[in-house]
């Protein structure tokens, strides 16, 4: 009977693989760090990277924040990434004030304010970066967004009347 209650313990073991965590669709971890110039994002309120599929769109595409001062993200088997190729797209943003178009913290917030994108478009809406997510790997994604681009602090005409109507 011992040998019959060893023999099940193990079996059941096996089988649910010692605690993993069910993966049927092939979902991978992807993690890294993303700099600007080679460190963190100064000012920005909202910063993310997406990773759009190349060739197969039923890979489905995936987001996911990373810290503004080091730069690190995770997705993680649950919301990874299956196998294939991938387009990068980062995104920082920074919240300026209409009056004094000074940055504004989520404290000091009162509805007078308007987004500004620290990153300039080569590195989202016309990004050309490509990661290629393996299996049977880690996937590490490392990239330093290096410009120039000074974003334009001055409020869109868009934003004042955004601002106008929310009065």
Not at 48 to 74: E, M, Q
Not at 90 to 97: G, R
Not at 102 to 117: I, L, R, S
Request: net charge positive.
């Amino acid at each position: 009977m011992r040998y019959l209650l060893f023999f099940v313990c193990v079996t059941f073991l096996l089988l649910i693989g010692c605690g993993k965590v069910p993966n049927p669709d092939g979902r991978l971890d992807v993690s890294g760090t993303i700099t600007l110039n080679g460190g963190p994002f100064p000012g920005a309120e909202m910063c993310a990277i997406g990773l759009v599929p190349i060739d197969d769109k039923s890979l489905g595409s995936s987001s996911t924040t990373f810290d503004r001062n080091t730069g690190k993200f995770l997705f993680t088997r649950q919301d990874g990434l299956k196998p294939g190729k991938y387009k990068v797209v980062i995104t920082a943003q920074a919240v300026f004030d209409k009056t004094t178009k000074q940055p504004v913290t989520p404290e000091t917030m009162e509805g007078n304010d308007y987004k500004v994108n620290l990153v300039p478009p080569e590195f989202n809406k016309e990004s050309k970066i490509e990661f290629e997510v393996v299996a049977d790997q880690k996937n590490i994604f490392n990239y330093d967004v290096k410009t120039d681009y000074k974003p334009n602090t001055k409020p869109t005409e868009r934003a004042i009347q955004q601002g106008k109507n929310s009065q």
